[in-house]
Nanobody
Framework: QVQLVESGGGLVQPGGSLRLSCAAS????????IGWFRQAPGKEREGVSC????????YYADSVKGRFTISRDNAKNTVYLQMNSLKPEDTAVYYC?????????????????WGQGTQVTVSS
């Protein structure tokens, strides 16, 4: 059974850090591009970051560039999103997704599998 499971969300103060994990089961992440997306209440789902399957190229939304880092550990079949200098506007449900064609993209409709999401709340 193909499954993606996110973890690592929680409540953090502005300026704090969190590391989200996206663990895959039922398939090997190596061959997939992985994207992180987020959705705040009343807003559309937006791309945060993605990483390709081939050369590990990474991409970031302008709003998180310099603060977030995406990485993959193929041995653990897991992708991470390190989030530093968090802001209240980063509050959202964060989702990871896998794209079988391996091409990293920030468009949600390109992705084949999705996790259930993890809540990130940045508040004092």
């Amino acid at each position: 059974q193909v499954q993606l499971v996110e973890s690592g969300g929680g409540l953090v103060q502005p300026g704090g850090s969190l590391r989200l994990s996206c663990a895959a089961s039922g398939f090997t992440l190596d061959y997939y591009a992985i994207g992180w997306f987020r959705q705040a209440p009343g807003k559309e789902r937006e791309g945060v970051s993605c990483i390709s399957s081939s050369d590990g190229s990474t991409y970031y939304a302008d709003s998180v560039k310099g603060r977030f880092t995406i990485s993959r550990d193929n041995a653990k079949n897991t992708v991470y999103l390190q989030m530093n200098s968090l802001k209240p506007e980063d509050t959202a449900v964060y989702y990871c997704a896998a794209d079988f064609d391996g091409i990293a993209t920030m468009f949600p409709y390109e992705y084949d599998y999705w996790g259930q999401g993890t809540q990130v709340t940045v508040s004092s």
